[in-house]
Nanobody, 127 residues
Framework: QVQLVESGGGLVQAGGSLRLSCAAS????????MGWFRQGPGKEREFVAA????????YYADSAKGRFTISRDNAKNTVYLQMNSLKPEDTAVYYC????????????????????WGQGTQVTVSS
């Protein structure tokens, strides 16, 4: 199993940017498809973005398209979420998740698909 630690959250004004990182340890990172999810106050956890094991395929929630970019560096065992043009409604705890999968370009967007989760990092966007 892989262990995940997120970092990079913080307080930012609307229109600003943040880059979240998720460092993995344990089993080979390139065996995993990765995803980012978020959970705002009083809301259910929701999908943000996903990337396959190689980085060749990505997928975004409508709320993230055009503003967020998911990427990974398998040599550094890290997945990133670059967030631009942030809005107050992006305020949430952001979680990275890992699913054991090296199936071609497979990506996953349901929380139940994922095997391992990080502890989360808080992102707060002020208006």
């Amino acid at each position: 199993q892989v262990q995940l630690v997120e970092s990079g959250g913080g307080l930012v004004q609307a229109g600003g940017s943040l880059r979240l990182s998720c460092a993995a340890s344990g089993r080979s990172f390139s065996d995993y498809a990765m995803g980012w999810f978020r959970q705002g106050p009083g809301k259910e956890r929701e999908f943000v973005a996903a990337i396959n094991w190689s980085g060749a395929s990505t997928y975004y929630a409508d709320s993230a398209k055009g503003r967020f970019t998911i990427s990974r560096d398998n040599a550094k065992n890290t997945v990133y979420l670059q967030m631009n043009s942030l809005k107050p409604e992006d305020t949430a705890v952001y979680y990275c998740a890992a699913k054991l999968s090296t199936y071609y370009r497979a990506i996953y967007y349901l929380p139940s698909d994922y095997d391992s989760w990080g502890q989360g990092t808080q992102v707060t966007v002020s208006s």
